[in-house]
């Protein structure tokens, strides 16, 4: 394992956890603004899901393999 | 009564058109039990995508999540968005690919096998296909529940609970006989499009006759304010990420879902399917759970121990239609069942039936008295579960959170397994056998029966919940930390063999 893998999937863990940590958006925590038919708290998730869409196709393209495939 | 004997055969059809790919499925399908079991490891991204998607949707997708939106608010589908799009992507790599490669190095059929090769212990193998199938009945037991109530709720009481639970118990029996992983995954992938493709007919529908989104959330702010407001009632910040966690991880565990772990064909084909879980898990979550939230607004009348989503179809749509999605349901409690059942006959007679016979290396043969005691562990197994599902206790989501969250505790002790050259066998078995001591001792209140009978008051219990966060995941981070302290203070047995989980990927392209 590499230096620069390692660092690699240092990076790809904190995204990991952020991805999962803001899918509930808990700043807006007992918020009931409704825009379009939908609270806002349910817009947020379904961007933040399509942006976890995004992060993950970056990761496939880029850092596949990482953690796991030993060099 | 016309409407009845329409709907019935609208539900009939489409299982007969199920079981006919299934049967042509079958006339794929190879004698070997790598090919029963897992369709010889060669499953594109649709396939795999649309057996993970449709096994992991069950009657919960469709009754539990919807009812829950329908009498405490939409946060649910925050649990699920967090629990199956990202938690459960996350660890498709994380668990999944590394699993993939170990499978694919080694020839491994089941995670039993998986783990009983690397720390030389027949008994650890089988411990952990005794455990899965433990409680995979409970879950088993919960989709023959939402078949008896679909088609009780669909005529209107005019069909007995026990012939639909039994009627779909009988079907999954014929299915799993005949057809394995491939017809399986056939099914799958037409449920799951076929489920994607009503949930947006039917909020379509319904928004158009309530007048749209806006007039149908107006309503919800009128009559339960609080729905609109994230948080609140049963939606604790605890509880949510105890809920997504536990069963995220569970769900991994689970047979059928651990098992798809090794059927990709390529690693291409994981790697597209990565990015489509977040938008795969929007599509369907927000369209079911919203259904049930605005039938609250819309003031949708649901019978005692009915469901929201047939009620709420039935009161803005066509009968036509609710059987249809009634079918719909059907269809996600069949493709998980009968992965469950596949799956389940496959830890019995790898795990199980052959160690305890010492004939654990015995030569495949599906056709052979291994396939046989698969299919009479099938009946059995299915048979159980379904007298049970008559007298069972509990709500669909209790009993169903019970089995998600007992399969969790095996989540960390075999991730530590995967990653750490340095667990041992004791370790290994400390953290499994301790994290589901615990967890059962936690959800089965034995403790307070056992102090009952033998101090005759019920002095000891443990905790129902740690600050807000649920047994399970006070199981988990036990069965972690055992699982690292005990290898630490233990050296590897006679036997361990931590080389095959070194994989470097280059022979997967």
Known sequence: MSARATRGGWVWAVVAVLLSALAIPWFLWRDGTVVAGLPVWLWWHIGWMLLASVAFRVFVRRAWGVGIEEV | ?509
């Open chain 2, 1 to 509: 009564m016309a409407e009845t004997t329409l709907q019935l055969g609208i539900v009939t059809g489409y299982l007969l058109v199920a079981l006919g790919v299934g049967l042509l499925a079958y006339r794929l399908t190879d004698r070997t039990a790598e090919d029963y079991y897992l369709a010889s490891r060669t499953f594109g991204t649709v396939v795999l995508l649309f057996t993970t998607f449709a096994t992991l949707l069950s009657a919960f997708t469709f009754f539990g999540g919807p009812n829950l939106a329908y009498s405490a608010g939409p946060e649910w589908i925050l649990v699920m968005g967090l629990m199956d799009g990202i938690l459960f992507a996350i660890l498709w790599y994380v668990l999944g690919y590394k699993q993939w490669l170990v499978g694919r190095k080694n020839g491994y059929v089941t995670l039993g096998e998986m783990l009983g090769d690397r720390f030389g212990s027949t008994w650890l193998r089988g411990a952990v296909a005794a455990i899965s199938i433990f409680w995979l009945f409970p879950y088993v037991m919960l989709q023959q529940k939402g078949a008896g109530q679909a088609i009780v709720g669909l005529t209107d009481g005019a069909v007995p609970f026990w012939v639909g639970a039994g009627g779909i118990t009988l079907f999954m029996i014929l299915y799993v006989a005949i057809a394995g992983m491939r017809g399986v995954a056939w099914t799958d992938t037409l449920q799951g499009l076929f489920m994607l493709g009503i949930v947006w007919v039917a909020i379509g529908w319904v928004l158009s006759a309530a007048g749209g989104a806006t007039a149908a959330t107006d309503a919800v702010a009128a009559s339960n304010p609080e729905f609109l407001r994230l948080g609140g009632g049963v939606y604790s910040p605890q509880w949510m990420l105890s809920t997504a966690i536990s069963i995220a991880f569970g769900v991994t565990m689970f047979p059928q879902i651990n098992q798809r772990f090794f059927v990709a064909r390529s690693k291409r084909v994981l790697k597209r399917t990565l990015s489509l879980w977040p938008v795969l898990v929007v599509l369907l979550f927000v369209p079911a759970f919203m259904l049930g939230t605005w039938a609250a607004g819309l003031g949708v009348e649901v019978p005692e121990g009915g469901n929201v989503v047939p009620a709420v179809l039935e009161a803005y749509t066509a009968p036509w239609f609710t059987a249809v999605v009634v079918a719909g349901a059907m269809a996600a409690m069949m493709s998980s069942s009968d992965s469950m059942l596949l799956s389940g006959a496959s830890y019995l007679t790898r795990d199980l039936y052959r160690p305890l016979t010492g004939r654990a290396d015995a030569v495949d043969d599906a056709l052979g008295g291994e396939a046989t005691v698969a299919r009479i562990g099938v009946v059995i197994f299915a048979s159980l579960s379904f007298v049970a599902s008559l007298y069972a206790p509990g709500t669909l989501v209790q009993i169903g959170d019970t089995a998600f969250s007992g399969f969790a505790q095996l989540a960390l002790p075999v991730l530590v397994a995967l990653y750490w050259d340095g667990t041992t066998k004791w370790g290994i078995s400390a953290g499994i056998g301790g994290s589901q001591l615990f967890y059962l001792l936690s959800t089965f209140e034995v403790l307070r029966y056992l102090s009952e009978l033998l101090l005759g008051r019920p002095v000891v219990a443990l905790p129902a919940d740690y600050f807000g966060w649920t047994p399970a995941i006070a199981g988990m981070l036990l069965g972690l930390a055992l699982t690292l302290a005990v290898s630490r203070w233990t050296t590897n047995s006679a036997g361990e063999d931590p080389s095959v989980y070194a994989v470097t990927g280059a022979e997967a392209d």
